[in-house]
């Protein structure tokens, strides 16, 4: 029987989206070096597919390409959380209020929502949760916009990630999730998109609070 190799992209994308459920997950950590040749072993793989996956995963912000220090998984902290839920803040309830003015379907973010609350541990509950935001605003008729929200998608989700580990709060988020969803379900757009918006800004600014030094800069 001929084995029939697996081509290059196909490797590349395996490596790629394992490295990224690695680093939204937690097993791969902020600052944790990447090396090419130890993830090539751990993948059974060249090193080519590896280094083409963590270009891409550099363009999406999950990883940091330095001249002098190679590859980590980014580090955050309050500024980098502050601006990718800046534009979440300013796109996500917009999108959500479209989608509601729209009568797009709302069954992905119920399926999501199960999931989550029947996850057996938080990498599978991050993932659950990641895919309820997306249900809401990719259906807001806009592609431009949903492409947009996805751009920040994994960063939004690596902030979780390192907030979750510090001071798990997803049982008060799902209870957000959970008055967002009925909200949108009931066809009040302004008011699914407002929880939405008390929902983001709530997260952001619990896990990184704003210190006297923030606010004297205001």
Known sequence: MTTVPVPIPSRTQFVQEAIKHRILTGQLTPGQPLVETELAESFGVSKTPVREALKTLAGTGLVVMNQYKGVTVRTVDADMAREVYDV???LEPEALRRTVHAG???????EALARADAAADTSERSLANREFHRALYLPCGNPLLGRMLDEVRDQAALVSAVAWAAA???RREATEHREILRLALAGDGEGAASALHAHIAS???RAFPRDGADDARR
């Open 88 to 90: 979440r803040l300013l």
């Open 104 to 110: 797009a379907s709302l069954d992905a973010a119920g």
């Open 168 to 170: 798990p709060s997803w």
């Open 203 to 205: 997260f952001v600014e």
